[in-house]
């Protein structure tokens, strides 16, 4: 099993930056890939970046060039650096990991952008 932590979420101004962190405790030797989604009211979640076990990163075409996703292996834990925020990435941030078996998530994190 893994658990994941999230935290960084809040309220910025359109233009702003925050950066968002994910600790992973329990099994995570297992974790073959971490990512960020967020769910906006009303809409479906989705896939904003995406980083596996080897390092190479994917991102959603909505965050390429404004958010950056990382991982601190010796920290176990995943950060999403969000810059040039607009009103619409304003959602849940949820932190997802995968091992060969299952997906485990976190509670969400709320980020608003206000304009």
């Known amino acids: 099993q893994v658990q994941l932590v999230e935290s960084g979420g809040g309220l910025v101004q359109a233009g702003g930056s925050l950066r968002l962190s994910c600790a992973a405790s329990?099994?995570?030797?297992?974790?073959?890939?971490m990512a960020w989604y967020r769910q906006a009211p009303g809409k479906q979640r989705e896939l904003v970046a995406r980083v596996i076990r080897g390092g190479s990163t994917n991102y959603a075409d909505s965050g390429k060039g404004r958010f950056t996703i990382s991982r601190d292996n010796a920290k176990n834990t995943v950060y999403l650096q969000m810059n040039s925020l607009k009103p619409e990435d304003t959602a849940v941030y949820y932190c997802?990991?995968?091992?060969?078996?299952?997906?485990?998530w976190g509670k969400g994190t709320l980020v608003t952008v206000s304009s």
């Open positions: 997802n990991a995968e091992d060969a078996y299952s997906d485990y």
């Open positions: 329990g099994s995570t030797f297992k974790i073959n890939a």
